[in-house]
């Protein structure tokens, strides 16, 4: 079984409401196998990127621990390909580019550590991160966007009671 798991991370402005969207494909098929989304606070696109790795590899690690049974038994190996529009968080995952700040340190530290979880307990034959391009991940971007957004808004309704959202 080859699995794909699409990341996404979102910020609302540099700095502001961030998403998580994760999508999982069954390669073989071709099908969408379940999403979600998560808010992950304030924050930068870098850290959303990162955060979106994180929540990804969380979300699946528990996705498998409650596969059916016989998939796992029945000598199935299954195939983990994680994808990223991020180039600078898969150039790190894959050691091409080195995290030049302190906080970038930490999430790549806190998403390798996941990595290892991942393959420790999901029982992969094999986990591999690639980049793709931005018109390959909408569907996992417009999950972390409606996250995002979706808190955002309810930060300026409260900030700005006064006004009403365009629609």
């Known amino acids: 079984m080859n699995l794909v798991l699409v990341v996404d991370g979102a910020s609302s402005g540099n700095g502001g409401a961030c998403g998580a969207g994760i999508v999982l494909y069954d390669s073989d098929s071709g099908k969408k196998v379940d ?5 992950l606070g304030e924050g930068t696109n ?9 929540k990804g590899i969380t979300w699946f ?10 998939l796992r038994a ?3 190996t299954v195939n983990l390909t994680i994808l990223s529009d991020s180039v600078l968080v898969v ?6 580019a080195k995290p030049r700040t302190d906080d970038t340190k930490r999430y790549l ?5 996941d990595l290892d979880e991942l393959k420790a307990q999901a029982g992969l034959a094999s986990v591999k991160i690639e980049h793709i391009g931005r018109d390959f991940t909408h569907k996992a971007d417009y999950l972390a ?3 995002a957004q979706s808190k955002q ?15």
């Open 35 to 39: 999403s979600a989304s998560e808010y």
């Open 109 to 113: 530290a806190e998403i390798m550590s």
């Open 91 to 96: 150039n790190m995952m894959n050691d091409k």
């Open 153 to 167: 808004r309810e930060k300026d309704r409260t900030q700005y009671p006064f006004l009403t959202p365009n629609k």
């Open 46 to 54: 870098t850290f959303a990127e990162c955060m979106a790795f994180v």
């Open 74 to 76: 029945a000598g199935n």
């Open 61 to 70: 690690i528990g996705y498998m621990q409650n596969m059916e049974e016989p």
């Open 145 to 147: 966007q409606e996250v």
